[in-house]
């Protein structure tokens, strides 16, 4: 197996999905101390960027495993549609498939999108403001907090296949563990994009958020 082939492939996007897995879990829980106000989320982006010269370089890797997995789903986004066959009036092409399977695509180009946008507000900034006043200012407008729930609902979606598509692709699962793989990629799904989603949820409706 080589790492062009069609399953070198599909590994190569797993581990990077999973690498981009692992960076949303740390996010989360960093993102979770809004939960607990400014001073225990200023005190996490502090400690964040007190890792100094680690950060850029934890910043190049990601943006690494960011270009491999959004070059190869393309490519095997356009193989599998040229290998589909031809369409009848009836499409039984999803059968069996989720909805987060199915969707797949659609949810990664809204998750590109938001990226770009959110980088654009939180990180390629002058930061002469404390983190938790952006937080709260960005996601306290109504169009903005209503665009990070929408994409939020997008990455629930893509996540929920990406955990268990993972498995699989590297081969971990088995017949015997399925449910249990299945369950547990619920569960971090519920959990993740729970914590997503409650920030711009919050931010809109508490009028103590990050205060
Ligand atoms: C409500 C949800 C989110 C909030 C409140 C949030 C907040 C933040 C903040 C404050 C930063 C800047 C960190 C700093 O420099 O101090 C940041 C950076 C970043 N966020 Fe988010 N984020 C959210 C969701 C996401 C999601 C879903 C993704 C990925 C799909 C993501 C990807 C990134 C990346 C790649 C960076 C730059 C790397 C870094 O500085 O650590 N964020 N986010």
Redesign the pocket.
């Known amino acids: 197996m080589t790492l062009l082939s069609s399953v070198g492939k599909k590994s190569l996007m797993a581990l990077s999905g999973m690498l981009l897995g692992m960076?949303?879990i740390i996010?989360g829980i960093g993102?979770a101390t809004?939960f607990f106000g400014r001073n225990a989320f200023n005190t996490y982006?502090e400690k964040?960027?007190s890792l100094g010269f680690l950060?850029p370089l934890f910043?190049l890797g990601?943006l690494g495993v960011f270009i491999v997995h959004i070059l190869l789903g393309t490519t095997l986004f356009f193989q599998n549609f040229s290998a589909r066959p031809v369409r009848y009036e009836v499409d039984k092409s999803s059968g069996g498939r989720t909805l987060g399977s199915r969707t797949m695509p659609y949810t990664g180009v809204i998750?590109l999108i938001?990226?770009c946008v959110?980088?654009a507000q939180?990180?390629f900034i002058e930061?002469s403001v404390m983190?938790s006043d952006?937080?709260k200012t960005t996601?306290q407008q109504p169009l903005y907090a209503l665009f990070?729930s929408t994409?939020?609902i997008a990455?629930a979606l893509h996540i929920s296949h990406g955990f268990w598509s993972f498995l699989q692709s590297l081969g971990i699962n088995h017949p015997k563990y399925d449910s249990t793989f299945h369950i547990g990629s619920l569960i971090v799904t519920i959990i993740l994009s729970g914590i997503?989603i409650l920030?711009?949820l919050c931010a809109m409706m508490l009028t103590n958020f990050l205060l």
């Open positions: 960076f949303l996010h993102n809004t982006a964040l960027h950060i910043e990601l998750i938001f990226l959110h980088l939180f990180h930061h983190v952006l937080v996601l990070y994409a939020m990455l997503f920030i711009p």
